[in-house]
């Protein structure tokens, strides 16, 4: 089974910054990567899919980049509304979480 | 609009069977795409439960297919999952939720979740 690890698991910023989270496959996953943003008490929202392909509707400070095992979502400036969790995700399987918050 | 709701009840004792229904509203299941399953305990991670398409076809995590069962129901636009002898660590919120295919685990509309506490 595919193993994704994310990196930081907490992340502490500002508005305006720019913020990096990193999500590493266990073996070469090609381009199959999403990245989901969950904000408490509510289901997640799909972001990217296929590494970098941006879903509809979604803000253009959110890139992501990435191919075979290393992949990364970028928010260009972090605005308020994006402070929660964000989750990686290769088929079947999620990566555990960045927690971004407020610094 | 893509709307899905779960509903079931929300308190389920251990070794019993744990039953969710998704209702869909806005796009016919019988179109196309797959509609899944996902849980998330409290606290923690999310993890794929298993898919169906409107045919009947399913396909399953293999670490929890020995006691899940997803069905569909085309009349009704709606889907169901059932988990059977659950135990405490079957808590959680679980979410219904679109995604394109067999092997496209992208899940593009998600209904809002419902929390499923296993206990006497």
């Known amino acids: 089974d595919i193993q994704l690890t994310q990196s930081p698991s907490f992340l502490s910023a500002s508005v305006g910054d720019r913020v990096t989270i990193t999500c590493r496959a266990s073996?070469?996953?090609?381009?199959?990567l999403a990245w989901y943003q969950q904000k408490p008490g509510k289901a997640p929202k799909l972001l990217i899919y296929?590494?970098?392909t941006l879903q509809s509707g979604v803000p253009s400070r959110f890139s992501g980049s990435g191919s075979g095992t290393e992949f990364t979502l970028t928010i260009s400036s972090l605005q308020p509304e994006d402070f929660a969790t964000y989750y990686c995700?290769?088929?079947?399987?999620f990566g555990g979480g960045t927690k971004v918050e407020i610094k | 609009q893509v709307q899905l709701q779960e509903s079931g009840p929300g308190l389920v004792k251990p070794s019993e069977t744990l039953s969710l229904t998704c209702a869909v509203s806005?796009?016919?299941?019988?179109?196309?795409?797959?509609w899944g399953w996902i849980r998330q305990p409290p606290g923690k991670g999310l993890e794929w439960i298993g898919s169906?398409?409107?045919?009947?076809?399913?396909y399953y995590n293999p670490s929890l297919k020995s006691r899940v069962t997803i069905s569909v129901d085309t009349s009704k636009n709606q889907f169901s999952l059932k988990l059977s002898s659950v135990t405490a660590a079957d808590t959680a919120v679980y979410y219904c939720?679109?995604?394109?295919?067999?092997?496209?685990?992208?899940?593009?509309?998600w209904g809002q979740g419902t929390l499923v506490t296993v206990s006497s």
């Open positions: 939720a679109r995604h394109p295919g067999f092997g496209e685990l992208i899940f593009d509309y």
């Open positions: 806005g796009y016919s299941i019988s179109s196309g795409y797959y």
């Open positions: 169906i398409y409107h045919s009947g076809s399913t």
């Open positions: 073996q070469g996953i090609s381009s199959y």
């Open positions: 296929a590494a970098s």
């Open positions: 995700q290769q088929l079947q399987n």
